[in-house]
């Protein structure tokens, strides 16, 4: 069994179509087509159907599929760790990060992680809160931002890197505008602006209402930042945004208040998994992060 065959037959299984991948993989179709042969014949069992021009697996093809990925990621990972071994400056780090994080603080560690360190690749990936823990519960990232941390569980290690308030983002002109804190129960009658349900600032802003004793009215929702900021600014509604996503974009026409009461932190750090060890790169990386902000912390 060879790598090749193995690579060759994820391919194929995940576009149905020997043609398709051999035109992806750069290879000829009758290439593809006797490795998957040669395979089976190893294997002593069919893992594809023939349906017309395309091909669809067994059942036991796709028992066989689930485990190649599994095997094909653990080699690729122990491959990158040998060559970051031979030199960690020259690595490639992946790393997931929310919407939250996107505007200020993952462009300003990296920006100053780059600096010494200018060979390194970044591959980055922006996702829901839920999909960063299971990307590095299952090996698709090794590293993920996050804000706020979420309990450390048997699969994932959390590095805590700073915690921030909360803060009321309201239009320019509304009656609390020009006061230099707030109670957050004094927006109980103005309509919010939030994330969509399942993404985390929503629940967090739900619970921080409701413990102010209020179930707050949603009139609109956006997907990222700058489009909860354009609501707001546009007179839409309220909204609660943690204080490093409004260092250097709060919207014109808007406002931020620090809320007095109830107090809203929110812990930021990083996701690490349990069940593998990270490449020196992302060591490096992972140790960096945390030094710089432990050095920020210092003069704020």
Not at 122 to 150: C, D, T
Not at 210 to 236: N, Q, Y
Not at 239 to 267: G, Q
């Amino acid at each position: 069994m060879e790598l090749r065959q193995l690579r060759y037959f994820v391919e194929v299984a995940e576009r149905e179509h020997i043609s398709e991948a051999a035109e992806h993989l750069h290879v000829a179709q009758s290439a593809i087509s006797r490795q998957i042969a040669n395979l089976e014949e190893e294997l002593g069992t069919p893992l594809f159907e023939r349906i017309g021009r395309n091909v669809k697996l067994t059942p036991i093809g796709k028992i066989f599929l689930e485990h190649t990925i599994t095997a094909l990621k653990a080699i690729d990972f122990a491959a990158k760790q040998v060559e970051e071994f031979l030199d960690p400056a020259k690595g490639t780090i992946k790393i997931g990060f929310p919407t939250s994080l996107a505007s200020y603080v993952l462009p300003t560690v990296i920006s100053a992680f780059k600096k010494e360190y200018p060979d390194v690749s970044f591959h980055l990936r922006q996702g829901s809160y839920k999909y960063l823990i299971e990307a590095v519960k299952n090996r698709e990232l090794n590293l993920a931002f996050l804000g706020p941390l979420p309990p450390k569980d048997e699969l994932i290690n959390t590095t805590i890197l700073f915690s921030e308030n909360v803060h009321a983002l309201l239009p320019a002109n509304h009656s609390l505008a020009k006061n230099e804190k707030l109670n957050l129960v004094d927006l109980r009658n103005d309509n919010f602006v939030l994330f969509p349900e399942g993404y985390i600032l929503h629940k967090v802003v739900l619970d921080a209402c409701r413990s102010a004793g209020f179930v707050p009215t949603i009139t609109s929702e956006g997907e990222d930042m700058d489009a909860l900021k354009g609501l707001v600014a546009a007179g839409i509604g309220v909204t609660l945004l943690p204080e490093s996503s409004l260092y250097d974009s709060t919207a014109r026409f808007t406002v931020k208040v620090p809320i007095a009461m109830p107090a809203i932190r929110r812990t930021v750090g990083v996701i690490s998994p349990t069940n593998r060890e990270l490449a020196p790169s992302e060591k490096v990386f992972l140790n960096f992060v945390t030094n710089f902000f432990s050095r920020l912390s210092q003069f704020q």
